[in-house]
């Protein structure tokens, strides 16, 4: 299954700027990369800061630039979302019985779970009031069928201070209920604005690095340096044997030489 992970779009009002510069446009230009080269993929899954600021007409925006995306899409909220503005302008979008934006997707490499880790009016993620037992009710329903997490926040450290404030209260715990699970295969998650991928117990996980700002990691500081890279977006390839993510940058390559090789072998395409 080939799998578009996107996050971070931060969209602002019609006429509005962020940081100098239009989100709108920049996920406009992942769009058309997107469908460009990768409209084959299975689903395209938006992990959260769908807006800047949660306001109903950010959403709007969302609504139009999205009509042109050539592949299914699901919406996931972060904590510069609005629940109730993002339901206002998705109605159709899958909730849970709670009202939280979680749901589940049955796809051909197994079972894609959708987490809703937003607190409303602060930037740290929970999966408190049943969502942590949505979760697990979720995974222990297929108990063999493998599972792929996705979430705005990271369920993991990611080993940058700026972020420890910022991250999944209680994160532990729910990270052991989930390597108990036992069919967790990878967790996806934004949020973070950097590139950051490895594992925590056993469960790999994978960031992307976002379509609006970006940040520049340090080790040592709390304080952050917000840049404007490229708009980046991940593409995961999943099967039974594993999951692989490739970064791409949506910008202009110099390319310096075409390799005539052959066909790509079947199996590989
Ligand atoms: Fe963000």
Not at 14 to 30: C, N
Not at 201 to 226: E, K, L, M
């Amino acid at each position: 299954m080939k799998l578009i992970h996107l996050t971070d779009l931060h969209l602002v009002p019609p006429g509005a700027m962020l940081f100098g510069f239009d989100p709108a446009e920049r996920l406009r230009k992942t769009i058309e990369r997107i469908n460009r080269d990768h409209a084959d993929a299975e689903l395209c899954v938006v992990t959260g800061d769908l807006t800047d600021e949660g306001d109903f007409a950010s959403y709007e925006v969302l609504h139009d630039v999205l009509r042109d995306l050539r592949v299914p899409t699901r919406l996931l909220l972060g904590n510069h979302d609005s629940r109730e503005s993002f339901v206002r302008a998705f109605p159709d979008e899958a909730r849970d019985s709670d009202g939280f934006v979680q749901s589940v997707h049955e796809s051909s490499a197994g079972r894609l779970i959708f987490l809703d880790t937003l607190v409303e009016g602060f930037g740290h993620g929970s999966l408190s009031d049943g969502r942590l037992e949505w979760l697990l009710a979720r995974l222990a329903e297929t108990p063999d069928v493998p599972a792929y997490l996705f979430a705005h926040h990271p369920l993991q450290p990611i080993g940058l201070p700026h972020f420890e404030p910022w991250s999944t209260e209680n994160w532990r715990p729910i990270m052991q209920a989930i390597v108990g699970a036992g069919n967790v295969r990878h967790v996806f998650h934004g949020h973070v604005h950097v590139d950051v991928g490895g594992t925590w117990s056993g469960i790999p996980f994978s960031a992307s690095r976002g379509v609006a700002h970006q940040i520049i990691p340090h080790f040592t500081r709390r304080d952050a340096d917000f840049v404007e890279d490229a708009p980046a977006f991940d593409i995961a390839l999943i099967d039974v044997d594993g999951v692989l993510v490739h970064r791409f940058e949506v910008c202009d390559r110099h390319v310096v030489e075409v390799s005539a090789e052959g066909p790509v072998p079947e199996g590989m395409q």
